[in-house]
């Protein structure tokens, strides 16, 4: 059967959750994304220096991080419709705290309950996807609901940074928690799981009726999904350093751009976003014996745009900054190539656990990340909340220490992974013997 016509098999109702799961991700970026646009107004409203402000920043992705497996079991029992709903209703709390909070110890209560309502977001609406859309057309719709939910950092980087500097602080996190309930709302309304015999092609699940429940260690063994968090850890933590808290406040302080010429930067991130999401979903798709060379490659091209930005000891021209925010962009997608792993190495009935497993790495990466920058410069530069060029060049070298961290996972995990492949039958060619016969990696 060709793909144009399981396309056209597939129900309207399909393509309706898959938007609602979307559009409830997108306000869940929106959400997530907003302290880094307001980072430098942060520093004045609640007195800190760097390490105060990465610590808003670390709080709430730490909870968020700590809680995917915890959310993946819930996602396994009780369904998205109910974690969706939930997660975007704590959500809404937290930004209604974060628009009155006026000292720090309450901006981390704030960002506690944010990161707690968005751990299941992301792995309820990938699963509708997964759910409601055939087998091979899964990688690709995974990745389209990741793009459009990255739509939210847009958001932020254009319409919220603008609501900020005209309304102030309050009345953009008050519109921020009005956002959430609007959310919880679409997924009472319309969100819910395929029934039995509803869709005219088998789901992207296994019927496991009869079959036990593994254990979350059993969930958690398989070298395939342990891949999954190095690949998400490694494709992800550059492109959240930037874009939740330090990307504004280098642009700014350390380049000397304007807040509207750093929004803009962000904003290009995004767009790289939505370009290369279904890109990297359809060669996820086409090579599955070759996905974890896309994250390698984005490894080294991200670590050179890196070392081009950070060597020279003065403000780099708008198109060598546009550049490294292209690179970056290209993580998010790349990361999500984590999210199939997790898919095809995970165990049945476990696959909740498995994929909120895999969603720790890019966020646990991430917390690492931005606790060491905010610590080096605070270190190079204590006493101050202006920060120049040469203490952000320093601050940034940290990201090796996730770096190199991510490549030897990956190579590790996928060495583990290639070795139980080849004892189930299926054997993947040296890259040579592959480009040998005429097939792209």
């Known amino acids: 059967m060709s793909s144009t016509a399981v396309r056209a098999r597939i129900p309207a109702l399909a393509w309706v959750i898959f938007a609602c799961g979307s559009f409830i991700y997108f306000v869940a970026v929106v959400q997530r994304t907003a302290l880094g646009i307001a980072g430098v107004e942060a520093l004045d409203r609640f007195g800190v220096e760097a390490l105060g402000l990465a610590s808003l920043s670390v709080v709430q992705i730490s909870v968020y991080a700590a809680l995917q497996i915890p959310a993946g079991t819930l996602l396994d029992r009780i369904g998205p419709k109910t974690m969706l709903t939930v997660g975007s209703l704590i959500m809404g709390c937290g930004q209604l705290l974060m628009a009155h909070a006026d000292a720090l110890g309450w901006a981390l209560a704030a960002r506690i309950l944010i990161g707690a309502g968005d751990a299941p977001i992301f792995i309820a609406a990938t699963r509708l996807a997964s759910e409601w859309f055939p087998p091979r057309q899964a990688p690709v719709m995974v990745q389209t609901t990741g793009v459009l939910g990255q739509v939210g950092q847009l958001a932020s980087a254009v319409p919220v940074a603008f609501l900020l500097h005209q309304s102030g602080w309050s009345t953009t996190f008050t519109v921020l928690a009005s956002l959430g309930i609007v959310a919880a709302a679409l997924a009472v309304i319309w969100v819910r799981m395929p029934r039995a015999g509803e869709l005219p092609y088998a789901p992207a699940h296994i019927d496991t009726t009869g079959i036990p429940v593994p254990s979350m260690r059993e969930a958690l063994r398989p070298p395939g999904v342990r891949l999954a968090f190095w690949t998400h850890w490694t494709g992800l933590f550059s492109a ?62 991200a670590l050179a745009a890196w070392a081009a930005i950070l060597i020279p000891s003065t403000p780099r021209p708008m198109w060598q900054l546009l550049l490294w925010t292209v690179v970056l962009g290209f993580g998010g997608p790349t990361a999500l190539v984590g999210m199939d792993f997790a898919r095809t190495f995970g165990v049945a009935r476990r696959l909740g656990t498995a994929t909120g497993f895999a969603n720790i790495g890019g966020f646990a990466g991430t917390v690492l990340a931005v606790a060491l920058v905010g610590g080096v410069l605070q270190i190079v530069a204590p006493g101050t909340s202006d920060y120049t060029l040469d203490n952000y060049r320093i601050a940034f070298t940290a990201i090796l220490i996730p770096w190199g961290m991510g490549v030897a996972g990956i190579l590790w995990q996928r060495r583990r992974t290639r070795r139980v492949m080849a004892e189930s039958g299926v054997i993947v060619p040296p890259l040579r013997d592959a480009i040998a016969r005429g097939r792209r990696p």
Request: net charge positive; no cysteine; hydrophobic share 55%.
């Open 240 to 301: 959240n350093t930037v874009a939740l808290l330090w990307g504004v406040p280098f642009l700014v302080q350390g380049q000397g751009l304007s807040a509207v010429q750093a929004s803009g930067l962000l904003t290009v991130l995004v767009v790289t976003n939505l370009v290369a999401g279904p890109i990297i979903g359809a060669l996820t798709s086409r090579h599955p014996l070759r996905r974890s060379w896309l994250i390698l490659t984005f490894a080294v091209v």
